[in-house]
C-alpha cells in the first residue's frame, strides 16, 4: 500500500491537508491529485465563494478581510463536518491570511500544509492562459501582497510548482514519512 493510500487509512485519526498559494500556482491541481491517490476527499475553497465576491474579484477588485470572513467561515464549517464524521480532507486554499489559516487548521487535530510557490512570470502565463477560473492575472501582485509569512503553526511543505505534478507528490510523501 502506498503513502498515500495510507493517508485515508487513518480513520481514527481523520487528516486534513491543506494545499495552499496565490492563484495560478496550482493548488487545485495538486489538491485533487493527492486526493484522487489517497482516498480522501477533495474540497476546493473557491466553491465557497458568494456569487459577490466573485463577480468582484472577476472585475479585478481584491476582497477584504470583512468580505472573506463569512467564505472562511463556510469553509471551517464544512472541514469540521468532516472531521466529526471521521473524514480527511484535502483543501485547495489560498491561505493568504495568518489569522484565517489558523482557523482553517483548527477544524482537524490532525492536519499538514503544503505551500506552493512558484516565479511570478510562470504564475501569470497560467492565469493568463486560463479560461474556466474567475480570478484575473491583474489580482495577482495583490495575492502576492497579502500572502503573510508562515509561523510554525503547522507542518508546512514549501514546493516550487515549477516542478511536474508527479514531482510534486514525490515530494509530498516524502514529507508525510517525515510526519509519521
Partial sequence: MSSLENLAQHKLQPLLVVVMGVSGTGKSTLANE????????????????????????SQGIPLTDAQRAPWIERIYNQLCEYESNNDGCVLAYSGLKQQHRKIIFSAYKHTA?????????????????????????????????????????????????ADSVEQLLVQFL???????
Fill in 174 to 180: 516524502e514529507f508525510m514519512d517525515l510526519l509519521n
Fill in 113 to 161: 500544509g503544503v505551500l506552493l510557490n512558484a516565479d511570478p512570470d510562470l504564475i501569470t502565463e497560467r492565469l493568463v492562459s486560463r479560461s474556466d477560473h474567475f480570478m484575473p492575472a491583474q489580482l495577482l501582485s495583490s495575492q502576492i501582497a497579502e500572502m503573510q509569512p508562515f509561523d510554525s503553526e503547522v507542518p508546512i511543505l514549501r514546493l516550487d510548482t
Fill in 34 to 57: 493527492i486526493a484522487k491517490r489517497s482516498g480522501l476527499i477533495y474540497l476546493d475553497a473557491d466553491s465557497f465563494h458568494s456569487a459577490e465576491a466573485i463577480a468582484q474579484m
